[in-house]
């Protein structure tokens, strides 16, 4: 089997299962009565987590490929950028379907007046930007270079993601620090490498 | 360890879920089902909830005005009340208290008395409570976070213990402290708050007959993870005001600093007075989620109290001293 033909048949197919294993988890929960008390709040919050979660799965996609050299790995950020929206989707329709039972008046309050759900909202909307742009034909009808350009607000969401995680919480939490380290280590694994490129292209201009 | 009473079998009424909160957690499973993200929800049927736990019996409990019937609200199951908590000292989590305070021995427990009071001193558990009566109170229960619940507590009112402790003429203000012990309470291991919790009231608030000194709860101990063995409860004002596990009790001249107005004053006022019209700057206050329900509720201005506590702010603006 060639290299291809194992990721599409296999390897593919595999990690979109596992991107589905938080639902398996809800489902269980659910069976067990492990939703908590409160299974609204429990469901919006374990519905944001797995979404940043994924978030920074495709973010850490290119540090790995950089660690192991194995290119392959670029295949499945697609993926992971997907799932990181399909659970901002699944997020949000409880926020309002579930939470605020579509009371549209509430919701948009919430939206101008609560700095953290602002907040959320703009990731939310990015992650929107890039899943639709996604498809081979728009990154064909947009172009390799914008289309690069415009994937980049996927930092800006990412760490959008984190401060509404972290405003969400009352006083200083661990688990959104966690989360901000995270993003900030890919962040920095980025700012890192392009301050070598830069520093080679002046070198060799200089030369 | 499992606690089993002489008569263990025998169900009281008030294990019984209500009817309504029955049918109320029924229609949130058929909703959750329809909106298409209750997944496996709304067809498993909801599980037992099980009887873990049970604490002791408290003896002599006398009933009062204050009942479910005078209420006309349902009360909160025991399961959830003693399963969902907010109670740092055991983690952040609102499943943490009831994981990691479950082999916590409030008993023996001491609190200092101390301040501006004719009889100051260490006062084991037994020597404070013993003189008083203990009394239920089926009060509602409303976190700054929007959710409530309806909680039959038993205790005795926090007046009668401060008369008995003889305020000087100059304590105006009644101070609380939370123990401090991170071998006990893992959650103290970390600085999510500065550690010990710290609350307090003004004399007036602290003498309405509706502030209630707490050590139990469905007619049984406080289990660890709501607070044993003794707390606060403040009906009508945000849930973090009604500080449990206490150890000291000061009378003090001035206002003393409570811990949620320390980690955030613009967020967290010395009052907090439940009060639908004065949002939490991070979400509205308008309404609650009662716990067990599916659609929330208005929330009650002082939470419903205010015939009994509005005149204790005559002439304050409840928008500056929120």
């Known amino acids: 089997m060639t290299q291809d033909k194992l990721i599409r048949r296999v390897l593919k197919p595999v990690v979109w299962v596992l991107c589905l294993g938080p639902l398996g988890g809800l489902a269980w929960l659910a069976y067990s009565g492990g939703l908590t008390a409160n299974p609204i709040e429990f469901l919006n919050r374990y519905l944001g987590e797995w979404a940043l979660k994924f978030v920074i799965f495709a973010l850490a996609i290119t540090p ?54 602002t907040v959320g909202m703009v990731a939310a909307v990015i992650l929107l930007a890039l899943a639709v742009t996604s498809t081979k034909g728009m990154i064909k009808r947009i172009g390799g270079k914008n289309w690069n350009r415009l994937h980049k607000l996927v930092y800006l969401a990412a760490a959008a993601g984190c401060l509404h995680f972290f405003m969400m919480r009352k006083g200083v939490q661990l688990e959104p620090l966690m989360y901000g380290g995270a993003v900030l280590l890919l962040l920095g694994y980025r700012l890192v490498g392009y301050l070598k490129k830069r520093r080679r292209k002046s070198r060799l201009a200089v030369a | 360890m499992l606690i089993k009473s002489a008569n263990a079998s025998d169900v009281k009424s008030s294990e019984i879920t209500p009817k309504s909160l029955f049918d109320a957690r029924r229609q949130f499973l058929r909703t959750a089902a329809i909106a298409g993200v209750g997944f496996a929800a709304g067809s498993i049927a909801p599980p037992a909830f099980a009887r873990t736990g049970r604490g002791k019996k408290l003896a002599g409990v006398q009933p009062t005005k204050w009942t479910q019937d005078s209420l006309g609200e349902d009360l909160t199951d025991y399961e959830s009340i003693t399963s969902y908590n907010n109670f740092y000292e055991f983690g952040t989590g609102k499943q943490d208290p009831a994981l990691y305070a479950k082999d916590f021995q409030p008993k023996p427990w001491s609190v200092v008395v101390d301040g501006e009071v004719d009889n100051p001193g260490t006062y084991s558990y037994e020597d404070l409570i013993k003189p008083h009566k203990l009394e239920e109170r089926v009060y509602r229960f409303r976190c700054v976070e929007a959710w409530s619940m309806v909680i039959p507590w038993v205790g005795l009112p926090l007046a009668d213990l401060v008369k008995r402790l003889g305020p000087k003429n100059d304590a105006k203000y009644v101070a609380f402290e939370t123990l401090n012990d991170p071998e006990r309470m893992s959650g103290q291991r970390r600085q999510v708050l500065e550690w010990p919790y710290r609350e307090g009231l003004r004399m007036d608030e602290a003498m309405n007959p509706l502030t209630l000194m707490a050590v139990g709860l469905y007619g049984e101990e406080l289990p660890s993870q709501n607070g044993a063995p003794i707390r606060l409860v403040v009906p009508w004002k945000y849930g973090f005001k009604s500080i449990k596990s206490i150890v000291r009790i000061s009378f003090t001249k001035d206002q003393p600093p409570t811990s949620w107005n320390m980690a955030g004053a613009r967020e967290y006022g010395f009052y907090s007075n439940v009060n639908p019209g004065k949002n939490h700057p991070r979400w509205s206050q308008a309404k609650e989620r009662r716990i067990g329900e599916f659609l929330k509720r208005p929330t009650l201005s002082f939470n419903g109290y205010e015939e009994d506590v509005a005149a204790l702010y005559t002439g304050m603006d409840l928008n500056k001293f929120y």
Do not use: C
């Open chain 1, 64 to 117: 790995l490929r950089g660690l192991t050299g194995w290119a392959g790995l670029t295949r499945f950020r697609r993926l992971l950028g997907l799932f990181a929206f399909f659970y901002v989707v699944l997020h949000l329709s409880s926020y309002v379907g579930l939470d605020q039972y579509f009371d549209w008046n509430a919701i948009w309050l919430d939206i101008t007046k609560r700095t953290y759900i």
